[in-house]
């Protein structure tokens, strides 16, 4: 089998920018990634990528990856479904294939952090969202639900507000997360609904969704919603599940890496960008760490 | 050389105007904008409609697909659901 130098797995701002520095290091590389979408993918306007005073996230992506692009470093759309040891190094495993490095780079970021409910998985896109900017203005004049009462909920509650006949908001907890700024222009919004201290138990539906189930935790009673959109806010988490105890992780599975060279506990393995521990989850935080992993992975194949 | 080039340009734009794509969007939806910018990069005339305000084209839309994610683009008698540059170049022929 044709052994590489490199592997990155993950085709974000942290991937792509190792995957610049890698070609002009002419490394003998591939960058494997489940599509060019993830969180930038989804994400809204930008106004703090330097150099773009306003750009949408999918225009920022691709105009990374066409600046890699511009290397002809070897690129692969292809999901990875788990990486492990091999003699020399990893073998990266995608479906039905697989390649071997020296040394890997993981950078495959963070998704939106699922419900877990009945109904949830079977109407996403029929009325169930990740997204308020993608899917809100679906929702002119219905009822919708918006789960989760921190910033990205609030927030998105409030562009729905502009949408929607009627907006509940959906907390677990006795009082809203968010910042209290966002918690009093929810609150003047005469169509949106706050309801604390439940818990979200069923989406319902046929072809699309028509409603959810709640139950109110201080008396453990059963209420239903109509509502035709329900948006799923609680936060994302990473994605770290291939890594099969291949690597250290913190106890939110974020990927355990030395803040100065992305290196993790196992030897040839570095990561980078929102799929670790690094405190701030940014475009450009990540970028930088995608430079500062290849730097050192580098180091590590030429030493 | 030049002539077969003269005819690959002939037969792409009698292929795009015989083929009609209509384009299913949301002004906020990113993947729309993208989508849009990439059409007119390769000089693809469409139609589009803004389903956040048209109701019949939402409900068209849901009923073609099964689903109400944007943005979705109809090419002759083929539906792409999403910025799925792969099977849109491929439908449209471009390279």
């Known amino acids: 089998m044709n052994m590489k130098e490199l592997i990155i797995i993950g085709g974000g ?70 990486l492990e040891k091999s003699e020399d190094g990893f073998r990266v495993i995608t479906e039905g294939k697989s390649f071997e490095s020296e040394a890997v780079i993981i950078t495959t970021g963070r998704r939106p952090r699922p419900l877990n409910v009945p109904g949830e998985e079977e109407f996403v896109g029929k009325g169930v969202s990740y997204c308020v900017t993608c899917d809100g203005a679906l929702f002119q004049d219905k009822n919708v639900a918006i789960v989760g009462g921190g910033n990205a909920g609030l927030e998105g509650a409030l562009e729905l507000s502009d949408y929607g006949k009627k907006v509940f908001i959906l907390e677990i907890g006795d009082r809203l997360q968010g910042d209290e700024y966002l918690i009093d222009k929810v609150k003047d919004r005469k169509n949106i609904e706050l309801l604390t201290k439940v818990k979200t138990e069923k989406i319902m539906g046929d072809d699309f969704v028509t409603g959810l189930e709640y139950e109110n935790l201080s008396d453990g009673k059963s ?24 690597v250290e992780l913190n106890d939110v599975s974020e990927i355990k890496i030395d803040p100065e060279t992305c290196r993790t506990a196992t030897e040839g393995l570095f990561a980078a960008g929102d799929v670790t521990d690094v405190r701030d989850k940014q475009v450009v935080v990540a970028a930088g760490e995608g430079c500062k992993a290849l730097l050192s992975a580098y180091s590590y194949i030429k030493n | 050389m030049k002539i077969i080039t003269f005819l690959q340009k002939k037969r792409k734009e009698k292929f795009m105007a015989d083929t009609k794509v209509k384009l299913y969007s949301t002004p906020t939806c990113t993947y729309c904008v993208a989508l849009k910018k990439f059409f007119e990069k390769n000089d693809v005339e469409f139609e589009e409609v803004n389903v956040a305000e048209d109701e019949e084209a939402l409900k068209e839309m849901k009923e073609k697909t099964g689903q109400m994610g944007v943005p979705v683009t109809e090419i002759g008698e083929d539906v792409v659901v999403g910025f799925d540059k792969k099977k849109i170049s491929k439908l449209l022929e471009i390279n």
């Open chain 1, 223 to 246: 209420s239903k919603l109509e509502v035709e959109g329900v948006f799923i806010e609680i936060g994302s988490i990473p994605n770290s599940n291939f890594l099969n105890g291949l």
């Open chain 1, 13 to 82: 701002p942290a991937g792509i920018t190792a995957g610049i520095y890698a070609a002009r290091k002419k490394l003998d590389g591939l960058l494997l990634t489940k599509d060019f979408i993830g969180q930038l993918g989804n994400a809204g306007v930008m106004e703090n990528w330097p150099g773009e005073k306003n750009i949408q996230g999918p225009e920022l992506l691709e105009s990374f990856k066409s600046h890699l692009e511009n290397y002809e470093f070897p690129i692969k759309q292809e999901e990875v479904e788990g």
